[in-house]
């Protein structure tokens, strides 16, 4: 099975995700916007937010991913107390990793901590809640919330974990 690594902006803390990614996209929910903003304002931190203002995410199986070095620098980061969300950062270098929606099966990992090895976004989601200036580039389809087939491919990623797949 091939793996990609992710790794923070200094290289200290690696991900390694397994398999192919259940998908990519570009999500410009009001909660990916704010900790977006939040996260870009820590001392030293890479950019997240993309033209328009949406945040590159690929998603793997949680069962697929793991941390192969420099656990002791992760932190976690929530919107608000008791949120089912929490961002991960690389408090190294600032550099922030992934989400993590804790009730789902999968793990969101920043598309630019892949580097050149990024697999590709498939699709913007979640756009109506674009800045009301922000103008999307064409290259992916958009969607307004979450497609069916977002949600498809979820689906079919949880029943493989079901059955070992």
């Known amino acids: 099975m ?3 690594v992710a790794s923070c902006q200094c290289g200290n803390v690696r991900f390694r995700a397994a398999g ?3 998908l990519g996209a570009v999500c410009y929910c009001d909660d990916c916007q704010a900790a977006a903003h939040r996260l870009e304002a820590l001392p030293g931190a890479p950019p997240i937010l993309t033209q328009g203002g949406g945040t590159p995410y690929i998603l793997y199986r949680k069962d697929r991913f793991a941390c192969l070095s420099g656990g002791e620098h992760l932190k976690d980061i929530r919107l608000r107390d008791g949120a089912p969300s929490r961002r991960i ?6 550099t922030a990793m992934a989400l993590d929606f804790e009730k789902g099966h999968w793990m969101s990992v920043f598309a630019p901590r892949f580097g050149a090895d990024a697999p590709p976004l498939q699709m913007r989601i979640q756009t109506r809640f674009k800045p009301k200036d922000a103008t999307l580039p064409s290259d992916l389809p958009v969607y ?5 087939k ?3 491919k979820l689906l079919r990623a949880r029943i493989a974990m ?3 797949a």
């Open 2 to 4: 091939s793996a990609r």
């Open 89 to 94: 950062v690389a408090t190294c270098c600032n």
């Open 150 to 152: 977002f949600m498809a």
């Open 144 to 148: 307004a919330s979450f497609p069916p």
């Open 162 to 164: 079901l059955f070992g």
């Open 20 to 22: 192919k990614p259940i």
